[in-house]
């Protein structure tokens, strides 16, 4: 009897003890990929910024009313739409990739979509549309990093978003480029 109830707090202990290792290898190893996906999303960002044409987007902005007939719209919006393409086959595809200016519309964001490779509600009017914030942990900056990364949840999922400055030939920063994971890949 008393062997049986030795082996029982033995047993018992094991198993609580695995439990726990279990629990901290998996948070470990949770957090690194996440961390190498945060560097992933974050370093795609900056490459597609730097491809970006600065003129382009400078052009586009001062247009009052973008067309999406305009010549370097559909430039950028092959540009937008191939990188998503590009990587359907990825472990982690991009969902969406963008370029967002500062918002003449009132965007709760401070943002408006320049070009996005995802369809809008009014597809006459792609360019300018607003970037509505509905959660605040999502924000970009324009002035302080040159880079960053965000993660949020919504209805869809769970989302990271890396972005990075635009900058003008003249060194000012005109936009964002930005990059978006669905983290249920991951």
Not at 139 to 163: L, T
């Amino acid at each position: 009897m008393f062997r049986t109830r030795i082996r029982i707090v033995v047993l018992s202990t094991a198993f609580a003890i695995a439990a726990i290792v279990a629990l901290a290898v998996y948070f470990i190893a949770r957090n690194d990929v996440l961390q190498r996906e945060k560097e992933q999303v974050q370093a795609v960002a900056l490459v597609f910024a730097e491809n970006i044409d600065p003129v382009q987007i400078e052009r586009l902005m001062h247009e009052k009313n973008p067309s999406t007939s305009n010549a370097d719209y559909k430039k950028l919006h092959l540009m937008v739409q191939e990188i998503v393409k590009n990587t359907a086959t990825f472990q982690n595809p991009i969902s969406r990739a963008s370029i967002l200016v500062p918002t003449e519309h009132s965007a709760s964001s401070g943002f408006d979509f320049l070009v996005t490779s995802r369809d809008v509600e009014n597809q006459s009017q792609l360019a300018r549309v607003p970037f509505h914030n509905t959660d605040l942990t999502f924000y970009f900056q324009m002035k302080k990093p040159s880079s960053g990364v965000s993660s949020w949840e919504d209805a869809d999922g769970s989302w990271m978003n890396g972005y990075a400055q635009i900058i003008s030939d003249s060194g000012a920063c005109i936009g964002l480029a930005a990059i978006e994971f669905n983290q249920a890949n991951t």
